[in-house]
Every structure is written in C-alpha cells, then in structure tokens.
C-alpha cells in the first residue's frame, strides 16, 4: 500500500502538470499583485494616463517614452495628445511662437511606443533637426513579426514612396515594388536583427531588433510587411486582419543623439518581455542577447 502511494506521488511529480501548476499560480500572483496595487494607488492610474514618462531633461532637451496609440500633436485641440498632455504638465516649456506649443524635431507613429526627444530651445531644435537629416542620429526599436524569419540577420533596401491610393487615409505609403501606385519613391533602408524566435497566443512570432538607416514615414511597417513578416497588431499594413492584439507591437527602444550641447544616448525597459506581454509570449529560441544586439546590428 505504501509503495503503491509513493509511486503515485514519483509520477506526479514527473510529468509536466507541476510545471503547469507553477506557472498558472505565478500569472495568478501576478495579476493579484496588479489588482492590489490599483485598489492601493487609486486616482493616481488616472494621474499617470494625464502625465507623460520622463527619461531625461535638461535645459536643452525633454526625451519621453511615449505611450502606444497617442498622437504627438493635433490640430483638433479636444483630443489627448503628447502636445495636451505636455502643455499642462510642463507649461513652463510651452513656445508660444509655435503652432504646436513645442518642439517636435522627430515623431512616431499613432501606433509606435517609445523614445521622443523634444528639444527645449530653438538652437538645440535646429541641430537635433539636422542630425536627423544627415542621418547621423542612431535609432533601435524592438518589435514581435508575425511568423518565423528564415534569417538571423537581413538589411531590407527598398525605396518607400506614397501610395496615390490612400491620400486621405493612415495607409499613406507604399513601396517600389508597387511601381505604379508609388509616387516620389525614396532609397530606404532598414537592418533587421533576430532575438527570440517563439510564440505569441500560440502563433508563431519572431522578436527583433530594427535600426533604420533612412527616416521615412512607416518605413518599419512597410519594410517588415514586405519581406512576409508584419508586425504585430499593425493594422493598417496586414490588410486590415491583425485586429486581436491590444495594440502594434513597434517600440522605439534606443536613441543616441549626437550634437554640440550633450550627447544623448537613452534607452527604455523591454516592453515585449514575457512577464511585460502577461506569458502571452513565449521564447522558445533565443538567436541573439540584447546587451549585445546593438554592436551586432551596426556592425552589418
């Protein structure tokens, strides 16, 4: 009788249902955490939403890790906006010369999380404009695509121009390959590297990390879309099919910005971590660390 008990309890504990077990009471613990902590904080969750992350100021510069689906600026003024959100947050910086109250020397998308440098001043503007432009200023986001890449490493080098089709829409870009709808088409260039392979809701996906080369509008979108592998939660460049996830998995997670007033070189936490994405993405091959991703990816 006893041998028989022990032997059940040997088998138990060899099978993959403890492991199940774990992992089911970790996401539980975790989620019971999250609650205890928006009973505890209250009114500060609507607080946080009104106020806009800082990861660095000075005198010459503000650089923010923007929120997913905000937009920087609008001319409706009713509508939250990074510009809303600023104005009353730092009325100190507001230009009143502007139309925008500040200045916005880059931008990114409705869609896109991440790193946004704001110049504080007129001359410091003027040079963070200028780097952008002479491509000098280095930039990384992290992203998840839909599938599993058959290279660990690629450089996409199609031109993006607009697409005469969607003037009046958010889907305002195309690519060479669309030789008659692309107007004004431009030399675009975007290195792509692998970090994990693994599986998102149980569909295969494949986390990277992106430097583009040239700085044109949706250009991650559309480069990752060309080459089969679209982003995650990008609507507009699936085709209208990728409407499950909370939101486009595109984060801009680094920014090194070189110029005569200080050197910026800022980075964010991993959004796209599995605990971050609540275990709903798992890695099942790591290809490449980040610690060392960024000197890989300059080095091709």
Not at 27 to 40: A, G, K, N
Not at 97 to 112: E, G, V
């Amino acid at each position: 009788m006893i041998d028989e008990i022990v032997d059940r309890i040997v088998q138990f504990f060899s099978t993959g249902l403890v492991e199940k077990i774990v992992k089911a009471f970790l996401v539980l613990c975790d989620r019971f955490v999250s609650f205890i902590l928006s009973l505890c904080e209250g009114n500060n969750y609507k607080k946080k939403d009104e106020t806009v992350d800082v990861l660095y100021s000075s005198g010459n510069f503000l650089v923010i890790n923007k929120k997913h689906d905000l937009l920087i600026n609008s001319n409706d003024t009713k509508k939250k906006t990074v510009q809303t959100i600023m104005r009353k947050q730092f009325p100190e910086y507001v230009q009143d010369n502007l139309t925008h109250d500040f200045y916005f020397a880059h931008r990114l998308d409705f869609a896109t999380s991440g790193i946004l440098c704001i110049p504080l001043n007129k001359n410091a503007c003027k040079e963070v404009c200028q780097v952008f432009e002479e491509q000098r200023a280095r930039k990384y986001y992290l992203a998840l695509l839909r599938g599993h890449t058959d290279f660990d490493e690629e450089v996409i080098d199609i031109a993006i121009g607009e697409d005469i089709r969607f003037k009046d829409t958010s889907k305002k870009m195309c690519t060479i390959l669309e030789d008659e709808l692309c107007q004004n088409p431009r030399r675009s260039i975007t290195k792509v590297l692998v970090l994990d392979r693994g599986y998102y809701n149980g569909k295969p996906v494949t986390k990277v990390l992106l430097r583009p080369i040239t700085g044109r509008r949706h250009q991650l979108r559309l480069h990752c879309s060309q080459i089969g592998h679209v982003i995650v939660g990008d609507y507009t460049y699936s085709l209208k099919i990728d409407t499950s996830p909370p939101r486009m998995f595109l984060h801009a997670f680094r920014l090194v910005l070189p110029n005569s007033f200080e050197n910026i070189d800022i980075q964010t936490e991993d959004p796209f971590t599995e605990k971050a994405l609540k275990y709903k993405w798992k890695v099942v091959e790591q290809v490449n660390a980040v610690g060392n991703a960024f000197d890989l990816i300059d080095s091709f």
